[in-house]
């Protein structure tokens, strides 16, 4: 059973910075591609970055600069660390893997970007 757990989400002044985390089990994901996407209230669920089993990272425009995307093969995990925070970062945040037509979902943390 695939499962994916993420961390790291909380409020936070403008400027700061976060760090998430999501660690999935259930399987090897080498070779699945891993994310983070955003969806904050009222607007669609957007991708914020993404690095695929190759190790080639894309990033959304607004992030670019400012969120940093990581992955450790040997721990299944993905990291994004973000910097630079604005208010329009705030969201829930969900960390996702895929291969193909396949795709798993973690269950969102939220970060809120806020004095």
């Known amino acids: 059973q695939v499962q994916l757990v993420e961390s790291g989400g909380g409020l936070v002044q403008p400027g700061g910075s976060l760090r998430l985390s999501c660690a999935a089990s259930?399987?090897?994901?080498?070779?699945?591609?891993m994310g983070w996407y955003r969806q904050a209230p009222g607007k669609q669920r957007e991708l914020v970055a993404i690095?695929?089993?190759?190790?080639?990272?894309n990033y959304a425009e607004s992030v670019k600069g400012r969120f940093t995307i990581s992955r450790d093969n040997a721990k299944n995990t993905v990291d994004l660390q973000m910097n630079s925070l604005v208010p329009e970062d705030t969201a829930v945040y969900y960390c996702?893997?895929?291969?193909?037509?396949?795709?798993?979902w973690g269950q969102g943390t939220q970060v809120t970007v806020s004095s």
């Open positions: 690095v695929t089993s190759g190790g080639s990272i």
């Open positions: 996702h893997v895929g291969f193909q037509a396949i795709g798993y």
């Open positions: 259930g399987r090897n994901f080498a070779i699945y591609r």
